[in-house]
């Protein structure tokens, strides 16, 4: 588990934070911090030497030992991707659709299709706000079923109910985040936050 402390994270934060904020500066703020997370998160994957040609000499150089999959819980998670996209064109994508179901206030799967790869694959979850983590446990869960055993959780705010029920459910996921925030509130949004993520990227409030 880590909080990404950059001066960069907290910068883009601040921009996503603010009620102000259009939506032409929120998606672009939101594809950045995304990158910089992303950075983190990739610190931790695992290289196999290569050996590379420059115009002068053979030499070794390293290349990532496992195929990535990136995959966005819908519909928020959609607004961290193009920004992950930029620094792994070559990543394939996931999908996975989650919604709250009003009465049981259970999660349901509306929408899961994931890449044949995934067993071999280090991939990475992406949803701006671990709220409840009822979406991310349902994500993960999906995730292990089709195979993965490589899973990293990547946010932008998260808040301490989110944090345990992911972590006490699958203990095994690694969880980056660029904050977490101290409360969510009866209506299931996290405070201060920054309102509802897809709303604000989408521009649909
Ligand atoms: N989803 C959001 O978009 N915002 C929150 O604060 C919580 C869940």
Same mark, same amino acid.
């Given at each position: 588990?880590?909080?990404?402390?950059? @001066?960069?994270?907290?910068?883009?934060?601040?921009?996503?934070?603010?009620?102000? !904020?259009?939506?032409?500066?929120?998606?672009?703020?939101?594809?950045?911090?995304?990158?910089?997370?992303?950075?983190?998160?990739?610190?931790?994957?695992?290289?196999?030497?290569?050996?590379?040609?420059?115009?002068?000499?053979?030499?070794?150089?390293?290349? +990532?030992?496992? @195929?990535?999959?990136?995959?966005?819980?819908?519909?928020?998670?959609?607004?961290?991707?193009?920004?992950?996209?930029?620094?792994?064109?070559?990543? !394939?994508?996931?999908?996975?659709?989650?919604?709250?179901?009003?009465?049981?206030?259970?999660?349901?799967?509306?929408?899961?299709?994931? @890449?044949? !790869?995934?067993?071999?694959?280090?991939?990475?979850?992406?949803?701006?706000?671990?709220?409840?983590?009822?979406?991310?446990?349902?994500?993960?869960?999906?995730?292990?079923?089709?195979?993965?055993?490589? /899973?990293?959780?990547?946010?932008?705010?998260?808040?301490?109910?989110?944090?345990?029920?992911?972590?006490?459910?699958?203990?095994?996921?690694?969880?980056?985040?660029?904050? /977490?925030?101290?409360? +969510?509130?009866?209506?299931?949004?996290?405070?201060?936050?920054?309102?509802?993520?897809?709303?604000?990227?989408?521009?649909?409030?």
């Amino acid at each position: 588990m880590a909080v990404v402390n950059h @001066p960069l994270v907290a910068a883009s934060l601040a921009i996503l934070r603010s009620k102000t !904020t259009a939506s032409a500066d929120f998606r672009r703020a939101l594809q950045e911090v995304s990158v910089l997370l992303l950075g983190h998160a990739s610190s931790a994957w695992e290289t196999v030497p290569h050996e590379v040609e420059t115009p002068l000499k053979t030499c070794m150089g390293e290349i +990532l030992a496992r @195929p990535l999959v990136l995959v966005p819980i819908l519909r928020a998670g959609l607004g961290m991707l193009d920004g992950m996209l930029a620094l792994l064109p070559h990543a !394939t994508i996931g999908h996975i659709g989650v919604y709250r179901d009003e009465k049981t206030l259970r999660p349901v799967t509306y929408f899961c299709r994931l @890449p044949a !790869t995934i067993s071999e694959a280090q991939v990475v979850l992406v949803d701006p706000m671990l709220a409840t983590g009822n979406s991310a446990c349902e994500a993960v869960g999906l995730l292990k079923s089709s195979g993965a055993t490589r /899973i990293q959780f990547i946010c932008l705010v998260a808040c301490p109910p989110g944090l345990e029920r992911l972590r006490s459910q699958h203990p095994d996921i690694d969880i980056i985040t660029a904050a /977490i925030d101290p409360e +969510l509130n009866e209506m299931g949004y996290i405070v201060p936050g920054l309102g509802d993520a897809g709303d604000r990227y989408f521009g649909t409030t």
